[in-house]
């Protein structure tokens, strides 16, 4: 059995008759970059902090987990955006540009397309989480 050589030359492959196709390679691509558009803001209210787990109370309702509250509705993420009216800490949106804030984040949006001339994207509109203490101090 001879040894095998450290460097053996691969079996050259017959690269003839090939010229078309190379052709057609070389033909630049010419594919207009559209820019992504803009992307739609869709912020998503989370529960509040401590927040009991929603009440399944019939095929498509959820319930209100908070004692004595007696709402339900078809969709559990509603139930986590009602939930704020119980505690004390409130949701604001702040825009970035100007540093105005607004207690409902559609509010945020309008005044954003209103006044900066634009659909605002999520880094534009910053959401915080603040005590009424805080709301108060802001005069919301
Ligand atoms: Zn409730
Ligand atoms: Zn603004």
Not at 5 to 34: D, I, V
Request: with cysteine; glycine share 8%; charged share 25%.
């Amino acid at each position: 059995m001879p040894p095998r050589g450290p460097s053996t030359p691969p079996p050259a492959t017959s690269a003839r008759g090939n010229r078309g196709g190379m052709k057609a390679k070389a033909k630049a691509k010419m594919q207009t970059l559209r820019p992504a558009p803009a992307k739609r803001t869709c912020h998503k209210i989370p529960p509040p902090p401590g927040m009991p787990k929603v009440r399944k109370v019939g095929a498509n309702r959820y319930g209100c987990p908070h004692e004595g509250c007696n709402k339900d509705y078809s969709r559990a993420y509603d139930v986590k955006h009602h939930y704020w009216d119980h505690v004390d800490d409130k949701l604001i949106w702040v825009c970035m540009e100007c540093f105005g804030v607004y207690t409902r984040y559609d509010n945020a949006l309008k005044h954003f397309k209103l006044v900066h001339n634009r659909e605002a994207l999520d880094e534009d509109i910053l959401m915080i989480q603040c005590s009424a203490d805080q709301i108060a101090l802001w005069g919301l």
